[in-house]
């Protein structure tokens, strides 16, 4: 798969959203670290995506995992907890 058709794939597993592959732009990457048990950590790279919404799925594979929310980059600065998301953010408001 390419970045974009993984993106894609992300995009509808985790929030339902399709969207058309061809029109999907990289806006950068950050780094955080995901915690594997209260004592180890991975560092982990995130490449981030904007992506025109073609529709908007009802039912998806995570939704009782995960809940949706649509809001605007201020005010997503304002909701994470994560320094590094937040400084990425930022710089693409």
Not at 19 to 33: E, P, S
Not at 72 to 82: E, Q, R, Y
Request: proline share 2%.
């Amino acid at each position: 798969m390419t970045e974009k058709e993984l993106a894609a794939l992300e995009a509808e597993e985790e929030a339902g959203v399709i969207t058309k592959t061809k029109k999907i732009k990289k806006l950068g990457v950050y780094r955080y670290n995901k915690w594997l048990s209260q004592k180890r950590f991975r560092p982990v790279n995130v490449n981030v995506y904007s992506m025109p919404i073609k529709r908007i799925k009802k039912k998806f594979k995570e939704r009782h995992e995960r809940k949706r929310k649509w809001v605007t980059v201020k005010k997503a600065i304002k909701m994470v907890t994560d320094r590094e998301l937040e400084a990425f953010l930022k710089k693409i408001a």
